[in-house]
C-alpha cells in the first residue's frame, strides 16, 4: 500500500515538474515578441505566488493563445459577462478598463499586465486599489481629473445597465447622474481648482462610507 501510495505521489510530482517546465519554456519563447516579465520578477510585482501565476497563464493562453488580448477581445468578453438586458452596451465602460490595464498604451494587454491589474484589484491594498480607480477616471494620462472625466465613467457605468443617459425615457436619470457627478466633483476638490489630483481623490474616497462596498464590488468582477 505503502509503494502505491509513493509512486502515485511521485507521479504527481513528475507531472508537476514538466507543467512548470512546460509553462516556463512558453514564456520564455514569447519574450523575444512580447517581452513578459518572467515569473519571478511577477512574483515581486503581485500578489500571486509562483503556482497562482502559472495556473493564470495557463488559463491566459488558451484564451488567448496569441499571448495577448485586444481590445476587440476585451469587449466581447465583456459583452459575454456584463450584458444583462435589452438595452446594456459594456463596451465603453470595457474601452475604459481596457486602456487601464494596458499600461504601455500599445493597444494590447499582456499578461503580465493583465496579472499585475488583476492582483491589485483582487489582492491590493485599499490606496493600490483606489490608484488603480484614479487610472481608470484618468483615461487621457493627464495626473489629474475634470467633471467630463467623472460623467464619463459614471455614463459608462449607466451604459453597462442598461440605461441610455440621452434617450428621452431617461431624462430622470440623466439628472441625477448629472447631479450626483457635480456633487461628488465639488466634495472631492478640495482647492476649487476645477481638477482632482491623485491625493484629493485619495482622500476623497477614504471619507466615503461606502468606500468598502465599492472596492468589493471590483473585487468581485474580477
Known amino acids: 500500500m505503502g509503494n502505491i501510495q509513493l509512486k502515485a505521489g511521485l507521479r504527481k510530482v513528475s507531472q508537476w515538474n514538466s507543467l512548470e517546465k512546460a509553462v516556463d519554456k512558453e514564456m520564455e519563447d514569447q519574450k523575444l515578441r512580447y517581452k513578459p516579465e518572467s515569473l519571478d520578477e511577477l512574483v515581486k510585482n503581485t500578489h500571486f505566488d509562483r503556482k497562482e501565476l502559472k495556473r493564470l497563464y495557463q488559463g491566459f493562453k488558451q484564451n488567448c493563445p496569441n499571448g495577448y488580448v485586444t481590445v476587440h477581445q476585451f469587449k466581447e468578453i465583456f459583452q459575454q459577462l456584463f450584458c444583462i438586458g435589452r438595452y446594456a452596451d459594456p463596451s465603453t465602460f470595457a474601452q475604459l478598463v481596457f486602456d487601464t490595464f494596458d499600461e504601455d498604451g500599445n493597444a494590447r494587454i499582456s499578461f503580465s499586465e493583465f496579472a499585475e491589474a488583476l492582483s491589485i484589484l ?95 464590488l471590483f473585487k468581485t468582477v474580477w
Open 122 to 216: 483582487n489582492r491590493g491594498t485599499v490606496e493600490q486599489r483606489l490608484e488603480w480607480i484614479f487610472s481608470l477616471y484618468d483615461n487621457k494620462h493627464r495626473g489629474y481629473i475634470i467633471e467630463d472625466d467623472f460623467y464619463k465613467v459614471i455614463s459608462a457605468v449607466y451604459e453597462l445597465m442598461g440605461i441610455q443617459l440621452h434617450r428621452a425615457q431617461d431624462g430622470a436619470n440623466l439628472r441625477e447622474a448629472q447631479e450626483h457627478v457635480r456633487n461628488t466633483f465639488r466634495r472631492m476638490d478640495h482647492n476649487r481648482d476645477g481638477k482632482i489630483t491623485m491625493h484629493e481623490f485619495l482622500e476623497g474616497c477614504k471619507e466615503s462610507s461606502d468606500l468598502e462596498q465599492s472596492l468589493d
